[in-house]
């Protein structure tokens, strides 16, 4: 049994990393300022006898005694990444060093969720790990992007200074259960507005692409990649390869759904990417892993969810 750290614990893919770490056994200190997430995501598991939650702002130092720790304090919509965009580059840049030291101190392994972000607007596709990307750095995105790339040199350099043990992740586009309904983000906007019979707002022509990866698939990969040997330090992908045009999704939840929607055109955000794709050959290779949920059976998992939410 580990003493495990999860910043962004109330988040969406927090609150399901806390689950399955107690799930295994583990004691689980959640750590959120609660920007984007939600003490609902976590309610249940305040009875927990090994789930504790902490209400701090990762740009602060802290101290705390753990075997583990799951960097996850971040928002990860570029409608709520935008909103403050010093603050999430703080987040990203000052957050890596606090949990760094920490790391640092208690010898303790530490994962960064990074994102497929760092790959900017790929001129390399599938993404594989060693492209290096193409990212604006002055651009309305940069603030997540380039902190996020700032926090994986950080990472990199605490390893190679002070031999922290890490591990890089660099997530693809991941959707389910508790997404907050104002998150922002295409899978939970495209089922909201669908559930209400509201236009479906799409930006661009809608042939960008994305691959969506379930959050239970995402969560299996990151439990056993922290489990592999510390030489495993990454970065890695973690993603369902599986490629939709954003016309395709939206097409696909009014199928689902039944919904009356009509499909609207709104102008494409700057610098938003084209195309999107995991190449997941490296994290196959490292891990007994291959993403199982496919976007039709995640969905229907994530309408059931916003329907019981919308309900309330
Ligand atoms: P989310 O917004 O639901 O979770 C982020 C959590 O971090 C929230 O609970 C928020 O309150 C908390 N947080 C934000 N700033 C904080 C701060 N300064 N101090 C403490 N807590 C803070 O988003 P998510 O989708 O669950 O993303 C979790 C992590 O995974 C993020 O780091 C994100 O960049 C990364 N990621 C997610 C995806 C995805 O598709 N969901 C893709 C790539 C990377
Ligand atoms: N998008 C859209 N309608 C929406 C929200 C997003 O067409 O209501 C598009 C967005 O322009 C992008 C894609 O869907 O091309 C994925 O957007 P999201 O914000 O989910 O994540 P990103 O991968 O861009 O960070």
């Known amino acids: 049994m580990s003493r495990i750290l999860i910043t962004g614990g109330a988040g969406f893919i927090g609150s399901h990393l806390c689950e399955k770490l107690l799930s295994e056994g583990h004691e689980v200190i959640a750590l959120d300022n609660y920007f984007t997430g939600s003490k609902d995501n976590i309610r249940h598991l305040i009875p927990h006898p090994y789930f504790e939650m902490i209400r701090h702002d990762i740009t602060r130092e802290?101290?705390?005694?753990?075997?583990?720790i799951y960097n996850l304090a971040c928002p990860a919509?570029?409608?709520?990444?935008?909103?403050?965009?010093?603050?999430?580059?703080?987040?990203?840049?000052?957050?890596?060093?606090?949990?760094?030291?920490?790391?640092?101190?208690?010898?303790a392994k530490v994962?960064?969720?990074?994102?497929?972000?760092?790959?900017?607007?790929?001129?390399?596709?599938?993404?594989?790990?060693?492209?290096?990307g193409n990212v604006n750095p002055i651009g309305i995105r940069s603030?997540?992007?380039?902190g996020k790339r700032c926090a994986e040199t950080?990472?990199?350099?605490?390893?190679?200074q002070n031999k922290v043990?890490?591990?890089?992740?660099?997530?693809?586009?991941?959707?389910?259960?508790?997404?907050?309904?104002?998150?922002?983000?295409?899978?939970?906007?495209?089922i909201i507005q669908a559930l209400q019979n509201k236009d479906i707002t799409l930006y661009g022509d809608g042939l960008q692409t994305r691959s969506f990866q379930y959050v239970d698939d995402l969560v299996d990969a990151m439990v056993k990649f922290m489990k592999t040997p510390d030489t495993e330090i990454g970065p890695v992908n973690i993603g369902n390869p599986h490629e939709f045009t954003i016309k395709q999704l939206a097409e696909l939840v009014v199928k689902m759904t039944g919904a009356k929607s009509k499909i609207i055109y709104k102008p494409l955000p700057e610098n938003d990417?084209?195309?999107?794709?995991?190449?997941?050959?490296?994290?196959?290779?490292?891990i007994d892993w291959e993403p199982k949920i496919e976007l039709e059976e995640g969905l229907q998992e994530t309408i059931s969810y916003f329907k019981s939410v919308l309900k309330k």
């Open 62 to 68: 802290f101290f705390l005694e753990v075997d583990e």
């Open 77 to 107: 919509s570029p409608v709520h990444y935008q909103y403050n965009p010093i603050k999430t580059i703080k987040t990203s840049v000052m957050g890596a060093i606090n949990v760094l030291g920490l790391a640092k101190r208690m010898r």
């Open 111 to 132: 994962l960064q969720a990074s994102t497929s972000e760092i790959y900017g607007d790929p001129e390399v596709h599938p993404q594989v790990e060693e492209y290096w």
């Open 143 to 146: 603030c997540y992007d380039e």
């Open 154 to 160: 950080l990472f990199s350099d605490y390893h190679r």
């Open 165 to 190: 043990r890490i591990k890089i992740i660099r997530i693809f586009n991941t959707y389910g259960p508790r997404m907050q309904p104002n998150d922002g983000r295409v899978v939970s906007n495209f």
């Open 273 to 286: 990417p084209l195309k999107r794709k995991p190449d997941i050959s490296k994290i196959k290779s490292i």
